[in-house]
Structures are given as structure tokens and as C-alpha cells.
């Protein structure tokens, strides 16, 4: 499989495609993890989230806009306000709510 960017055609990478048993191993797997992901509790499960926001907020524009503006043609700014930005809006609600 290649990906290109499709404002340019520059070829971004080339991956071979998961194979039927490694995409089921992988589900397999998370299935399994799930009970344990419940068990550490609401706290904890809040405490990822916020890491992860502040981890994409650290990279949003120089690292994961960049990627996304490569991956979909889009102009940067397209990508940090309509989907990066999107996603800290969505993961910051549950936090909020939480205290």
C-alpha cells in the first residue's frame, strides 16, 4: 500500500497492509486489555485523556496538523482547526465534567 499526498502525489510512505490473523491477534488483544482499562477506574481513565490532550497540544501544529495536511492535501490550517483543534474540544468535555 502507498500513501501520497493527494495535492501533490509525493509518495509519503509505503506499508504493507495487515494481514486476517494479525488484525485479529490485535483485536483479541484489546479485547482482553478492556477489563483490566475498566478496573483502573474512572480517575485513572481521566487522567490518560488529559495526558493525551496535553501531549497533542504540545505537537499540534509543528507534528500532527503537518501529517494530517500531508495525509489529506489539506492546508495546514485547515488541519489544525478542523480536526486537531476538534479533537482537544471533544476530549476536553468529559475532563471538565469530571471535576
Known amino acids: 500500500m502507498t500513501a501520497r499526498n493527494p495535492a501533490t502525489g509525493e509518495v509519503l510512505k509505503r506499508f504493507e497492509c495487515a494481514s486476517i490473523d494479525y488484525v485479529y ?10 477489563p483490566a482499562w475498566f478496573e483502573s477506574g474512572i480517575e485513572n481513565r481521566l487522567n490518560v485523556m488529559q495526558r493525551f490532550q496535553q501531549v497533542l497540544h504540545a505537537k499540534k501544529e509543528e507534528e500532527v496538523a503537518a501529517l494530517i495536511s500531508q495525509e489529506t492535501g489539506k492546508p495546514q490550517v485547515e488541519a ?3 480536526e486537531v483543534i476538534v479533537v482537544l474540544e471533544r476530549g476536553r468535555v468529559p ?3 469530571s471535576g
Open 25 to 34: 491477534q490485535a483485536v483479541t488483544a484489546a479485547r482482553a486489555a478492556q
Open 80 to 82: 489544525l482547526v478542523t
Open 95 to 97: 475532563v471538565a465534567r
